[in-house]
DNA sequence: TTATTTATTCTACATTTGTAGAACAAACTC
DNA sequence: GAGTTTGTTCTACAAATGTAGAATAAATAA
């Protein structure tokens, strides 16, 4: 369940398209695109540690996630907040806030989700 | 700017303690503690790449950061929201209050920061 | 059906990370 | 002042990470 940077950013462009072929992913690398054999490296190691899995099709793969972005950064954030932030999501919460310096129409959307979820929390 | 997991978490000793000799750094560690010369090490690579300076007294050093923790993880959470929420915050907000599980209080909690915030930003 | 393209495996190698021994010097203990 | 402790530097080494060549096999284009 813990991705390198470079794994990171490849399992987020499949999370983010649902499945993908060697061919899609190399799409969507800038140039200079990597070799194919490094993209190959990551979805093998990918696959090793269970982040992966795929269905093959000819000569070649149909890569899709074993777990999900959420599952993933639920994760990630959750042992941030218990790390670092003093096991407070709210301490966590009003840093973030303060530190990414959201409009006053972000804080509203974002005031209306609390509110909601308050809501929910009631039935 | 960049720390590894070891790094991180020494760094966030030394944050919270605003500064540090080998000997406090020791002590937080749990039995087995580590060797003395790995501390040595990361305090050294930290020194390297500038996220530790030190004021020696003797033998020994007292370490202190060159930046701050928020300046740290506002980096962190920043590129966090640009390369997997899609550069948005709120999107990134709603995920993060599903996900933490908060309570009913930690919500109202957060809904006052939020307010405080939106109140801030009318002046 | 032969040449070309595409995807995969295997091997390789430099860099970064986690961990620590050897050697040494300053400081503290008797 | 000799022995022990503490902190540092230097060296080392395994594992993880980022990157890719060589070889090969399947699919496709001419």
Not at 58 to 65: I, L
Not at 79 to 89: E, G, M, Q, T, Y
């Amino acid at each position: 369940m813990n991705l390198s940077a470079t794994e990171e950013q490849l399992m987020n462009f499949i999370w983010e398209k649902g499945t993908a072929f060697m061919k899609d992913i190399l799409e969507t690398y800038p140039e200079p695109k990597p070799a194919t054999t490094t993209i190959a490296t990551l979805l093998k190691r990918l696959t090793d540690k269970g982040a992966l899995g795929f269905k093959t099709y000819g000569n070649s793969r149909e890569y899709f996630p074993l777990y999900s972005k959420s599952e993933y950064f639920s994760g990630k954030v959750n042992h941030l907040i218990k790390n670092f932030f003093n096991d407070s999501p709210s301490q966590f919460a009003s840093f973030f806030t303060k530190e990414t310096n959201l409009s006053k129409e972000q804080l509203e959307s974002l005031k209306s989700i609390i509110e909601d979820q308050i809501k929910s929390k009631k039935l």
